[in-house]
């Protein structure tokens, strides 16, 4: 069944038709696995072959286009009638010779799709250049453009029902850290404890259970603590260094996510004084999300303590956050960086996360947030020290 009410997607459909509007689009053609969920419901572990959800300007429901035998979980899981779900013939996988976007621009033809200002999503991961030359040949008459993040941005506030499953995932992503804590410990295998971390982010809470999410644990220690995004080894860990963990609770697709650092044994006094600053830039920032701040405003806040501290970071701070699919679970849209100038509205979710990756170690804190009418309220309630354990 869908996650939401037939009202609620029609809601992001009359929003994702202003914005085509708005840029003089007479079909949308999107590809990016989240925002297909996002305007039908549809989800499925399918987007490794090529789908698509079409949206005309005005007039008719969307089309669901998948791969014929992921059909039924159109039918299944999308809010839609199953007429407007369509299933292309298998001998289009992964041919030589054919590309199932061929069937798709013969479909689209037929419905009356053919002509007008076409707008497709040219970097989204799942959108080939294969793909879109085979729109190209099929729709001699369509003018294409690119839309890439049209829908990305009609997703970047949420609804209460969004929120709802945002605030469920805090609850799964809690325990999950706690589990992580409780496994890691010298001589202990990185891989088991990733196994204790990845079944607690699958069980879930005893209200609700948690869904895969679009990240698998990240956890590099020691030496690999430097930089972000190592996953693990069947090594163990060693007492006398960090490990970092960023990890996320997942619900009906929706992610909080989460990071902290433990380590095992005394910490350095470089690492604590480093954590110190983190940690007190990390609240500033928070305390400066307020609506009507800009994304750079939030990050100029955190540059400032961090100067003051005498830690530097080049990369951005934080990233809008929700409903999404492997490989990221960020929504591509604000960043909290120099140069932003997206203006926070309340119900936007970000993922305000300050790594600090140096030669041979690294930090990482973060924060979850939903923007209020008075700021910035975190979906988490976990402790953000620095996590020792002999």
Same mark, same amino acid.
């Given at each position: 069944?869908?996650?939401?009410?037939?009202?609620?997607?029609?809601?992001?459909?009359?929003?994702?038709?202003?914005?085509?509007?708005?840029?003089?689009?007479?079909?949308?053609?999107?590809?990016?696995?989240?925002?297909?969920?996002?305007?039908?419901?549809?989800?499925g572990w399918s987007f490794y072959t090529p789908q698509c959800v079409v949206v005309p300007g005005t007039g008719d429901d969307p089309l669901v286009i998948v791969r014929g035998m992921d059909r039924n979980g159109g039918l299944r899981t999308s809010f839609l009638?199953?007429?407007?779900?369509?299933?292309?013939?298998?001998?289009?996988?992964?041919?030589?010779?054919?590309?199932?976007?061929?069937?798709?621009?013969?479909?689209?033809?037929?419905?009356?799709?053919?002509?007008?200002?076409?707008?497709?999503?040219?970097?989204?991961?799942?959108?080939?250049?294969?793909?879109?030359?085979?729109?190209?040949?099929?729709?001699?008459?369509?003018?294409?453009?690119?839309?890439?993040?049209?829908?990305?941005?009609?997703?970047?506030?949420?609804?209460?029902?969004?929120?709802?499953?945002?605030? $469920?995932?805090?609850?799964? @992503?809690?325990?999950?850290?706690? &589990? %992580?804590? /409780? !496994?890691?410990? +010298? *001589?202990?295998?990185?891989?088991?404890?990733?196994?204790?971390?990845?079944?607690?982010?699958?069980?879930?809470?005893?209200?609700?259970?948690?869904?895969?999410?679009?990240?698998?644990?990240?956890?590099?220690?020691?030496?690999?603590?430097?930089?972000?995004?190592?996953?693990?080894?069947?090594?163990?860990?060693?007492?006398?260094?960090?490990?970092?963990?960023?990890?996320?609770?997942?619900?009906?697709?929706?992610?909080?996510?989460?990071?902290?650092?433990?380590?095992?044994?005394?910490?350095?006094?470089?690492?604590? $004084?480093?954590?110190?600053? @983190?940690?007190?830039?990390?609240? &500033? %920032?928070? /305390? !400066?999300?307020? +609506? *009507?701040?800009?994304?750079?405003?939030?990050?100029?806040?955190?540059?400032?303590?961090?100067?003051?501290?005498?830690?530097?970071?080049?990369?951005?701070?934080?990233?809008?956050?929700?409903?999404?699919?492997?490989?990221?679970?960020?929504?591509?849209?604000i960043s909290l960086r120099p140069g932003d100038t997206t203006i926070l509205e309340p119900n936007m979710t970000l993922h305000l996360i300050l790594g600090i990756w140096l030669d041979d170690w690294g930090l990482e804190i973060s924060e979850c947030f939903r923007v209020t009418d008075t700021g910035a309220q975190p979906f988490c309630d976990f402790p953000r020290g620095l996590h020792v354990k002999d």
């Open positions: 069944m869908p996650s939401f009410t037939g009202d609620e997607y029609r809601t992001r459909i009359a929003r994702t038709r202003q914005r085509m509007a708005e840029a003089g689009l007479d079909l949308l053609i999107v590809s990016d696995p989240a925002n297909m969920n996002y305007l039908t419901g549809y989800d009638p199953a007429a407007r779900i369509l299933g292309y013939p298998d001998h289009y996988v992964q041919a030589r010779d054919l590309h199932p976007f061929d069937w798709i621009a013969d479909e689209l033809r037929r419905h009356g799709y053919g002509r007008g200002r076409v707008g497709t999503e040219q970097d989204a991961y799942y959108f080939s250049p294969a793909a879109r030359a085979a729109l190209e040949r099929g729709l001699p008459e369509a003018a294409f453009v690119d839309a890439n993040l049209l829908v990305n941005w009609v997703r970047a506030v949420k609804s209460e029902a969004e929120l709802s499953y945002m605030e $469920q995932a805090a609850r799964i @992503v809690e325990a999950t850290m706690a &589990a %992580a804590y /409780d !496994a890691i410990a +010298p *001589g202990v295998r990185q891989c088991d404890a990733v196994a204790a971390i990845a079944a607690a982010q699958i069980r879930g809470t005893p209200e609700y259970g948690g869904d895969y999410a679009a990240f698998v644990p990240l956890i590099p220690t020691g030496i690999g603590t430097s930089t972000p995004h190592l996953t693990w080894t069947d090594a163990p860990f060693v007492s006398g260094e960090p490990t970092i963990l960023e990890l996320a609770g997942c619900r009906h697709r929706y992610h909080c996510p989460m990071a902290r650092t433990l380590y095992l044994g005394r910490p350095p006094a470089k690492l604590r $004084q480093t954590e110190a600053v @983190v940690r007190e830039g990390l609240q &500033a %920032a928070l /305390d !400066a999300a307020m +609506p *009507g701040t800009t994304a750079e405003g939030v990050e100029a806040v955190w540059r400032r303590v961090a100067a003051r501290g005498g830690v530097s970071k080049e990369s951005r701070i934080g990233y809008s956050v929700g409903l999404n699919y492997p490989p990221d679970w960020g929504e591509h849209t």
